[in-house]
């Protein structure tokens, strides 16, 4: 009995040594080197995404900058200047559709950093606030307007329908989507907004004070027929990557 009690004593002590080991940082959790920049660029999906652009911005010196590329893994080191205070970001150029789109890629951590070095890491996202909120979503806009010959002004009773047309731009399948945009008086109102970017086909249906029914829409700006259906293309933006579409609806 004696003995089954010291073998007990004996695996206990062992489950509590390697419990304590694996206390400690992981392996992938890297700690910031100084004088660096490093990081891992990440895709969508988790993959590793080499080949893309990482800025280093000297917050203290003005046009001063340090540039760096993400290797096969994803990952990145950057030389500090010795002098200053920093922020980084991470950009792609994408193609789709015969367009082309500059998207910012999504910061782990969104702050300053000094000489001592930090570790940002960045991933691609289709959608989600941004760190700054007046800069918006990663998703896409689509800005909704009245017809003025339309007797309906509460468009915050339309319900939009939006039907991917092939895959979104990171070539994933993209789902449909039932939308309405924000409240009067919010920063949303009159914006469908946080939309994965790809093409759609677009329906609307009324439902609201003037009774409901479908709705017809076309490219705001044209001279366009409404139809009760249209295929949505986002313009590219250089404002934060902020692409947006117009549209028009009556019935």
């Known amino acids: 009995m004696r003995r089954v009690f010291v073998l007990m004593q004996c695996l206990f002590m062992l489950m509590a040594v390697a419990c304590t080991e694996t206390d400690g940082p992981s392996p992938d959790e890297a700690a910031p080197e100084e004088g660096y920049t490093t990081g891992k660029i990440t895709n969508t999906d988790g993959s590793p995404m080499p080949g893309v652009k990482v800025v280093v911005d000297n917050t203290m010196i003005y046009a001063s900058y340090s540039i760096g590329t993400s290797d096969e893994k994803g990952n990145y080191k950057i030389q500090l200047p010795k002098v200053g205070t920093f922020m980084a970001s991470a950009h792609i150029t994408k193609k789709y559709n015969g367009r082309e789109y500059e998207l910012d890629l999504d910061p782990d951590v969104y702050e300053e950093f000094s000489i001592n070095g930090a570790v940002r890491n960045f991933q691609w996202k289709l959608s989600g606030?941004?760190?700054?909120?007046?800069?918006?979503?990663?998703?896409?806009?689509?800005?909704?307007?009245?017809?003025?010959?339309?007797?309906?002004?509460?468009?915050?009773?339309?319900?939009?329908?939006?039907?991917?047309?092939?895959?979104?731009?990171?070539?994933?399948?993209?789902?449909?989507?039932?939308?309405?945009?924000?409240?009067?008086?919010?920063?949303?109102?009159?914006?469908?907004?946080?939309?994965?970017?790809?093409?759609?086909?677009?329906?609307?249906?009324?439902?609201?004070?003037?009774?409901?029914?479908?709705?017809?829409?076309?490219?705001h700006f044209s001279e366009d027929e409404y139809e009760n259906e249209i295929t949505i293309d986002f313009e590219p933006s250089t404002m934060w990557g902020n692409n947006i579409a117009f549209i028009s609806y009556s019935e």
């Open 129 to 219: 606030r941004r760190p700054v909120e007046a800069q918006g979503y990663y998703g896409a806009t689509i800005e909704v307007n009245k017809d003025v010959m339309s007797s309906v002004y509460d468009s915050e009773n339309i319900e939009f329908t939006l039907v991917p047309v092939g895959n979104l731009i990171d070539g994933s399948k993209g789902k449909t989507l039932k939308m309405k945009h924000g409240e009067p008086f919010t920063s949303d109102y009159g914006k469908l907004v946080d939309i994965p970017m790809g093409r759609y086909t677009m329906t609307a249906y009324y439902n609201g004070e003037g009774g409901k029914g479908p709705l017809k829409l076309r490219k």
